[in-house]
């Protein structure tokens, strides 16, 4: 099964470094300002701009390259934050059973709405930008990972070394953050590594929207959605970071089935 | 089993009334001021500023304000759209219609690729089919709905000419351009759920395949077209159902994007509309009206499963 799934992994892994590259040598890399308006505008692929000019005569590959910083960035936080949120308030629901139903009651709330509206009106709600969408797209998340570490935690707190921990008279918060959280580590990591593609795609839709990251920051969803208003004239405006989200989705989606196997040889036989 | 429903309707109550409290919070932070947004930000009075307040209810402690809104929607009064002064009521349900049939035909694309797919998948695993249905199912659940709408429009609307490229036409005004029209939005919507539907049907149809019962209607001399749609998939297709009763929220969700990019004058663009428009009723009822409905939905795919499945019921 590892064997089998080495060149998508092998590709995955290189997209995700180059574009890992891009997001933190972003300045480097660029060839010009991504702000900077110093082209005839809608100038298609050429020697000079590899990925062709937008509409305001700014570089496609310049900003394609600080977009991917701010997805990652984007992609990163939100999933850390997302997890952050849901372990404590699992943790908290799984040992402390009197918090339990209004915790998991929330979290449920949370996930009854489409992911998109909520985050779309939370996004509203505050002042528009990177932060605002970071914080919209953790608390859209952290349900996932409350009912992951709660299931986990509650079938952890019935085993043996938990009830040896607390005979010995361990205190909640030790318990659960040195005996409990290490592990849950594995399956918390995949589920974030998973997570972050999707975050991804969150955050392009909501600036796509309008309501998520604003222009001239060169987002991939900004960048699409200008494209979408020049698309018969000028599709390589958004051809690009179409297909950038695209293949980051697709690499952390491989490279998060991967770690599962990784990291869980039980899961694998269980699976099949 | 009585039991099992019981207690979810009972967990399905008390998510509803989280529900109504996150809706009612989120639009009680939305920036700038309800009242500016009715009598216009420039040349109002104090007196008509505080009028108007008066008259949202704006006036009141944030509580009272929430129970007036809770006892208001239990009387079907969802009150007044603050950009268009018209009942919140009436522009759901004129749009209502337009983006059931998206739905409808967006699970319908979705059933339809993905059902023959899935079989044929699971019948020749790791071949070519195989690999072109994982390469699609992929490419489904990672293309952003928004974007692979774009390349629709782009290439059967632009560059084919086949398609409209966006725009709504009513059913009544003409049925066959209605249906050209909702193609390419349908397909956009259903391209998540169809790569989900094709991953799940795939995998629970190789492990029906396996099992003795099939086995035994091949033994029997049973056509090996029948063993496949009679005997395998009608099995096969239990988790599909919960599948998509689950994934009903997430087509909901996406539904906001598909009208914006396709201009399809549906419950998101009305949505989307009141998020750039500060229009909080329509907003606070939307958010709200939809995560009840997902809420529902997922009851019923719940004790759908559980009437397929009897191994839930006692978890």
């Known amino acids: 099964m590892i064997f089998k799934l080495r060149p998508s992994l092998c590709f995955s892994a290189l997209a995700l470094a180059v574009l890992g590259v891009f997001a933190l040598f972003e300045t480097w890399i660029t060839p010009y300002d991504p702000l900077a308006v110093e082209f005839l505008p809608l100038d298609p692929p050429g020697w000079k701009n590899p990925f062709g000019t937008d509409n305001l005569g700014r570089d496609v590959f310049s900003r394609f390259v600080a977009g991917a910083r701010i997805s990652f960035v984007v992609g990163l936080t939100s999933v850390f934050f997302a997890a952050l949120l849901g372990i404590l308030a699992g943790l908290t629901a799984a040992y402390f059973k009197k918090v339990q139903a209004v915790f998991m009651r929330v979290m449920d709330a949370i996930w009854a709405f489409p992911m998109l509206l909520l985050a779309m009106a939370l996004a509203a709600s505050l002042q528009p930008g990177i932060v605002t969408v970071i914080i919209a797209i953790a608390l859209v998340y952290s349900p996932l990972f409350a009912r992951l570490v709660y299931a986990q935690a509650l079938s952890l707190l019935e085993r043996e070394f938990i009830l040896a921990a607390q005979a010995f008279g361990c205190k909640p918060a030790r318990l659960l953050f040195t005996h409990v959280l290490p592990n849950l580590a594995a399956p918390v990591i995949v589920q974030a590594t998973l997570t972050v593609g999707t975050a991804i795609v969150l955050e392009s839709s909501l600036s796509f929207l309008g309501v998520g990251i604003q222009p001239p920051t060169p987002s991939w969803g900004v960048m699409i959605q200008t494209g979408y208003k020049w698309l018969e004239q000028a599709a390589w405006m958004s051809i690009l970071p179409g297909m950038g989200i695209y293949v980051t989705v697709v690499s952390f989606s491989v490279l998060g089935d991967w770690l599962r196997i990784i990291l869980d040889p039980k899961q694998l036989t269980r699976k099949v | ?315």
């Open chain 2, 1 to 315: 089993m009585r039991a099992f429903i019981i207690r979810r309707l009972f967990q399905t109550l008390i998510t509803l009334f989280v529900v109504t409290l996150i809706s009612f919070t989120l639009c009680m932070v939305l920036p700038g001021d309800p009242s500016l947004a009715v009598v216009g930000a420039e040349g109002a009075s104090e007196e008509m500023i505080k009028a108007v307040r008066q008259e949202l209810g704006l006036d009141q402690p944030i509580v009272i304000q929430y129970f007036k809104w809770l006892s208001a929607l239990f009387s079907g009064d969802f009150g007044i759209s603050i950009r268009t002064r018209v009942h919140v009521m009436t522009l759901f349900a004129q749009r209502l219609p337009v983006t059931l049939e998206l739905l409808a035909l967006g699970i319908l694309f979705s059933l339809l690729v993905a059902i023959p797919m899935g079989i044929l998948s699971a019948l020749r695993p790791n071949t070519w089919v195989d690999t072109t249905g994982t390469v699609l199912a992929v490419s489904g659940v990672a293309m952003p709905q928004f974007f692979l709408g774009m390349l629709l429009i782009l290439v059967f609307a632009l560059w084919l000419g086949w398609l409209p490229s966006s725009g709504y036409v009513s059913p009544s005004e003409s049925l066959v351009r209605n249906l050209l029209a909702m193609i390419l939005p349908a397909i956009s919507l259903g391209s998540v759920v169809a790569a989900e539907i094709m991953r799940q049907l795939r995998s629970s149809m190789l492990e029906v395949l396996n099992e003795e019962y099939v086995q035994t209607a091949r033994a029997k001399g049973v056509a090996e077209f029948t063993v496949i749609i009679k005997h395998a998939l009608r099995n096969a297709l239990i988790p599909v159902v919960t599948l998509l009763g689950m994934r009903i929220g997430r087509l909901i969700g996406g539904i906001v994007i598909i009208e914006v990019v396709f201009s399809v004058p549906g419950i998101g663009r009305l949505l989307m509309n009141a998020v750039l428009f500060n229009d909080f009723p329509v907003l606070q009822t939307g958010v709200l009206l939809v995560a009840f409905a997902v809420t529902f939905i997922n009851l019923l795919a719940d004790i759908s499963y559980s009437f397929l499945d009897p191994r839930i019921r006692h978890t």
